[in-house]
Nanobody, 120 residues
Framework: VQLVESGGGLAQPGGSLRLSCAAS????????MGWFRQAPGKEREFVAA????????YYADSVKGRFTISRDNAENTMYLQMNSLKPEDTALYYC??????????????WGEGTLVTVSS
């Protein structure tokens, strides 16, 4: 299993970024996927998850209405569109693979992360 995140960077408050997670080494369309983040000095936390078909999506309250998770099973890629960014969204964002087709479920594989910094 390989998960490679990209798309992080510096954004201004109120700005947008789109993260991507390129997956390989497993049947991507069979598993739910998720995004998690870890801010400096804090524990890793759930951001969003999506079922294997993309028909069910789950969000942390802190990002609901601002972030959108999606996936393209033909391209083995998951996305996180982040709008109305806030300084408290600053974190290392991780892509993760679930052990099941739906969420909530345990994640068993993780990417290396992509850094998002929100600052003026």
């Amino acid at each position: 299993v390989q998960l490679v995140e990209s798309g992080g960077g510096l954004a201004q408050p109120g700005g947008s970024l789109r993260l991507s997670c390129a997956a390989s080494g497993f049947t991507f369309s069979s598993y739910a996927m998720g995004w998690f983040r870890q801010a400096p000095g804090k524990e890793r936390e759930f951001v969003a998850a999506i079922s294997r078909s993309g028909g069910s999506k789950y969000y942390a309250d802190s990002v609901k209405g601002r972030f959108t998770i999606s996936r393209d099973n033909a391209e083995n890629t998951m996305y996180l569109q982040m709008n109305s960014l806030k300084p408290e969204d600053t974190a290392l964002y991780y892509c993760a693979k679930s052990v099941a087709s739906v969420y909530p479920s345990r994640m068993d594989s993780w990417g290396e992360g992509t850094l998002v910094t929100v600052s003026s």
